[in-house]
């Protein structure tokens, strides 16, 4: 009897440690559709566990709610200013359609839910994008990756005559930056690995 208690839960937590779940973050304020570049671009395929955050930002107030036709129902509830985020963890394989309800016409897109496993079909485990939010900012840069890589992921943000200006090895899905004190222009973060297999960058603005 112990040893097959013993097999049952080494087969329980092999399943457990087997699955992984990713966040994934559209930055939502007026032009977020499907038709937006980065992170802004409104339509996103994930798999079955994962999480989506709208994360509110530049002016105005807003909402997110699913479509009638959505499988899944959510909603942010009232309207939301800058820095807010609302989040949601899709359950079911399906389409999602949403809105921004006061602005239908521009705030818009579909998430589209897959089995798990799906978007992983080659084994690979590295990530191949990141997302930095909020972008322009003034105080704080969010680092947020879709997935742990088997790598250590160095983190090294350049300003516009190349100089590095910060450097940190990520350890978390998301990390947080303290800006406040940097100079207000244009900077390069780039996310490389030691064996440089993974090499990532995006254009971040200091307020």
Not at 36 to 58: C, K, L, P
Request: charged share 15%.
């Amino acid at each position: 009897m112990k040893k097959l208690l013993f097999i049952l839960f080494v087969s329980v937590a092999l399943n457990i440690s087997a699955q992984t779940t990713e966040t994934v973050t559209i930055n939502w304020s007026f032009g977020s559709n499907p038709s937006a570049e980065g992170d802004a671009n409104a339509n996103r395929t994930i798999e079955v566990g994962d999480t989506v955050d709208w994360y509110f930002y530049s002016t105005g107030s807003h909402n997110v709610v699913s479509d009638g036709s959505a499988t899944e129902s959510f909603s942010s509830g009232a309207l939301m200013g800058n820095d807010f985020t609302f989040s949601h963890t899709f359950t079911t394989v399906g389409s999602n359609p949403f809105v921004c309800e006061p602005h239908s016409g521009s705030m818009f897109g579909t998430i589209t839910v897959v089995a798990e496993g799906a978007l992983n079909l080659n084994g690979q485990d590295a990530p191949t994008k990141f997302s930095i939010y909020p972008n322009p900012s003034s105080d704080l840069l969010n680092i947020s990756l879709p997935r742990l890589s088997d790598q250590s992921l160095n983190l090294e943000v350049f300003d516009v005559l190349g100089k590095r200006v910060y450097t940190q090895q990520l350890g978390a899905i998301k990390t947080k930056v303290n800006i406040s004190k940097w100079n207000s222009g244009v900077y390069l973060v780039r996310l490389t690995s030691a064996d440089d297999a993974i090499t990532l960058t995006k254009r971040f603005v200091k307020l």
